[in-house]
Structures are given as C-alpha cells and as structure tokens.
T-cell receptor, first 112, second 113 residues
Framework: QKEVEQNSGPLSVPEGAIASLNCTYSDRVSQSFFWYRQYSGKSPELIMS????GDKEDGRFTAQLNKASQYVSLLIRDSQPSDSATYLC????????????FGGGTRVLVKP | KAGVTQTPRYLIKTRGQQVTLSCSPISGHRSVSWYQQTPGQGLQFLFEYFSETQRNKGNFPGRFSGRQFSNSRSEMNVSTLELGDSALYLC????????????FGSGTRLTVV
C-alpha cells in the first residue's frame, strides 16, 4: 500500500463548477497535510496546509481533514481554466521527522 | 525575499559521468530536501539536510549523495549516471519544523544520454 494515494485523473470539470480532490494516507500518526499545485513544466507550489480535523478555507480553496478516516480533500470553488494543473497531496509523518511524502497527483482539467 | 535557487536549470550528461547540482534555500531556512520527479514514479524523496547533517534519507542507491554547507546551501551528486537517472531534480527549502511546508526551487532538468 502506498503511503499517500490519489486518483490520477484527469478530473474534468466545467468552468465555474466545484472540483473535488481526495487523498488518503496510510500512517495514522501523520501530523501535517499539504496541497501543492504543479503546472506542466513547473515546480510544485504550496497552496494549502492543514493540521487539525475539519475545514480550512483560503479564497476559492477549501481543505478538509479527517484523521479518523485518514483522508484529506481539496475543494476548488468556481473553477477557472487557470486551475488546470496537477494537484499533489503531501503528508508529514511525525516519525519521519521533516520528510514530506507526496501522492502521485491528480490532474485537473477545467473546460471553458 | 529571495526564493529557492537551483543551478543549473538544464543538464545533458553521458552515461557513466557524474553530476553535481546546487541549491540555495530561502534565507534563514536551515532545511534542504531533494526530490526526483519522473512521469512514472512521481515525486520521490532523496534526502534532507538540516544544519549540515543528513536527517532523512530515501530509498535511492549510494550513487546519490548530498551535503550541506554552513550557509545552508546544498549540493547533490550523482555518480556513474544511468539512463534512468534522467529526471527533474527538485530542491525544497524549509525552516525544519513539522508544520511548515516546503518551498520548491525551479528544478534542474537532467538528461542522461
């Protein structure tokens, strides 16, 4: 079982709709969770971080964390063509120090 | 505030050669991590250095090595290059704390021919 798993997609959403991305992780003692966006040919860019159960909102992005079920999700509201990218879920494990483990990423396509 | 600087941006090397990549983290950050990104394997963790000490290591062969200097700049070396080492190598800067995400550099695209 992979440590961090994501559906590879592509996730196709119409412009203006909500894109919903999911991520599951295997280690129960994971403590910090991050979402990165990566455009083709570019490096990953941090867009959200979440540490406690519940929702965290930042602009059009909402991260949701459920530690009991070991999943973290990202909602993108009012999706724009510029949101078309690969979204990477990343998890820090307390036992692994500062190591950030990434999922394989979900490719999102926003169609005008 | 300057970001994470990686040099060079592109490299073409021949099988069997060795290569050294450089990374300067964000000023004040003492943690530098290295990742290899390929289409098939995604982002794979190589190692992390914190205050000149290797704090974490991924599952890569010994041909991959790194070091960190007193000014927090880090270098990664790959010896005896193989075709499969062709990848985007990303350096990430952090303050080293558990709740701080990484900031990535632009990466070095290595092609082994």
């Amino acid at each position: 079982q992979k440590e961090v798993e994501q559906n590879s997609g592509p996730l196709s959403v119409p412009e203006g709709a909500i894109a919903s991305l999911n991520c599951t992780y295997s280690d129960r003692v994971s403590q910090s969770f991050f979402w990165y966006r990566q455009y083709s040919g570019k490096s990953p860019e941090l867009i959200m971080s979440i540490y406690s159960n519940g929702d965290k909102e930042d602009g059009r992005f909402t991260a949701q964390l459920n530690k009991a079920s070991q999943y973290v999700s990202l909602l993108i509201r009012d999706s724009q063509p510029s949101d078309s990218a690969t979204y990477l879920c990343a998890v820090k494990l307390w036992a692994a120090g500062n190591k950030l483990t990434f999922g394989g990423g979900t490719r999102v396509l926003v169609k005008p | 505030k300057a970001g994470v600087t990686q040099t060079p941006r592109y490299l073409i090397k021949t099988r069997g050669q060795q290569v050294t990549l450089s990374c300067s983290p964000i000023s004040g950050h003492r943690s530098v991590s290295w990742y290899q990104q390929t289409p098939g394997q995604g982002l794979q963790f190589l190692f992390e250095y914190f205050s000149e000490t290797q704090r974490n290591k991924g599952n890569f062969p010994g041909r991959f090595s790194g070091r960190q200097f007193s000014n927090s700049r880090s270098e990664m070396n790959v010896s005896t290059l193989e075709l499969g080492d062709s990848a985007l190598y990303l350096c990430a800067s952090s303050d080293g704390s558990a709740n701080y995400g990484y900031t990535f550099g632009s990466g070095t695209r290595l092609t082994v021919v």
